[in-house]
């Protein structure tokens, strides 16, 4: 079974620039979310979708958007980049089920690393 | 607020030792997850263990084990026999009963553990 594939691995942008990032679930996950980790700030909660519906959203400007697709696939996507967004971008999915559970564990990906010029 | 707090930036070990990473959290939901995660040098975060709140025995998973003192609020990672391979970050993580039907997690700051021959 393939694992969660992100693409792509490495960008280079310059400020100003937009930047669409990729991620592919686990095979029969529905539920993506997308976390940023940084030196300074570590793993941060960027948002989640489950069945192309954002259910929760992390504490980031409104440049950070994403959207999931009926296949379960997720896009973000950040307008007007700044040096400070210059990080490593991690997609993860899990096999969530209505009604939550504690113990779902998030499977990632590698990650797409940004760098901000 | 939630939070997770591991005081290890950094851990060193002899290969076949066994070593202990610390992680002490901070909730005031009576309901919670627990989770270990170890992300090597590539970038993915790979899943290791978890430990319910409400679970009546330790967590254990192969080499890695959790050591949960739930009255001092700490969920230790234990590796046996620590092989060359376990050198990695390790990031301690938190699910809330309140977002028990979302994948978000608070991740800690990380330890880097190196193994030695």
């Known amino acids: 079974k393939a694992g969660v594939t992100q693409t792509p691995r490495y960008l280079i942008k310059t400020r100003g620039q937009q930047v669409t990032l990729s991620c592919s679930p686990i095979s029969g996950h529905r539920s993506v979310s997308w976390y940023q980790q940084t030196p300074g700030q570590g793993l941060q909660f960027l948002f989640e979708y489950f069945s192309e519906t954002q259910r929760n959203k992390g504490n980031f400007p409104g440049r950070f958007s994403g959207r999931q697709f009926s296949n379960s696939r997720s896009e973000m996507n950040v307008s007007t980049l700044e040096l400070g967004d210059s990080a490593l971008y991690l997609c993860a999915s899990s096999f969530r089920r209505t009604g939550g559970s504690a113990n779902e564990k998030l499977f990632f990906g590698s990650g797409t690393q940004l760098s901000v010029l | 607020a939630q939070k997770i707090t591991q005081t290890q930036p950094g851990m060193f070990v002899q290969e076949k030792e066994a070593v202990t990473l610390d992680c002490t959290y901070d909730t005031s939901d009576p309901s919670y997850g627990l989770f270990w995660y170890k992300q090597p040098s590539s970038g993915e975060m790979i899943f290791l263990i978890y430990?319910?709140?409400?679970?009546?025995q330790n967590a254990t998973e192969g080499r890695y084990s959790l050591n949960f003192q739930k009255a001092r609020k700490s969920a230790n990672l234990v590796i046996s026999a620590s092989q060359l391979g376990d050198s990695a970050m390790y990031f301690c993580a938190m699910r809330e009963g309140s977002s028990y039907n979302t994948d978000k997690l608070i991740f800690g700051t990380g330890t880097r553990l190196q193994v030695f021959p």
């Open positions: 430990q319910g709140s409400y679970d009546q």
